[in-house]
């Protein structure tokens, strides 16, 4: 197993500022939204390269696979299966060091060992989820956590 070295805490934020500006110029005149969660994946994939970025859209009570980047991944998740819906029942961000002993965790990847799931909130409903697996654990932090809920505000203002 290799391990790749994380950035430190100051490298870690400096890139999130630029992607954080970046997405949101990106985003700026589309309005689109599968347009908008697939460049949203593509740029965090490419610049943190995580085994896995996307999204999951509810359709129907349920978790929808929609845009992501990286290895296949599970069609339908259920409200509280696994940390992507369990992130919707809790309607709060969830962060799991270690995706093996999170209770009921759906192992769409055995390369994942970390997770982050950010709540996406359309009128104070949850609309959907933001998904990101590590193949390191102990991936994310409260830094991780910040910006990604920054970048998750920035699509929710395309969802009005």
Sequence with gaps: ???????????????Y?????????????????TAILSNVSSTLKE?????WVGFYLIKNEELVLGPFQGP???FR??????????CWKEKKTI?????????GHIACSSQ???EIVV???????????????SKSLNQFNFIDKMYLEKIVRSIEKKLV
Excluded: R, W
Aim: glycine share 4%; proline share 5%; charged share 25%.
């Design 1 to 15: 197993m290799h391990n790749f070295k994380k950035p430190n805490h100051d490298s870690l934020e400096t890139n």
């Design 47 to 51: 610049t943190f390269n995580f085994l």
């Design 72 to 74: 296949v991944a599970c």
């Design 119 to 133: 709540p996406i909130f359309k009128k104070n409903e949850v609309f959907g989820v933001l998904d990101v697996d």
């Design 95 to 103: 962060i799991v060091p270690n995706v093996d002993k999170f209770p």
């Design 17 to 33: 500022k630029t992607l954080v500006t970046q997405i949101n110029h990106l985003i700026e005149e589309e309005n689109d939204i």
């Design 77 to 86: 998740i259920k409200k509280n299966e696994g940390v992507c819906g369990y």
């Design 112 to 114: 994942s060992k970390s």
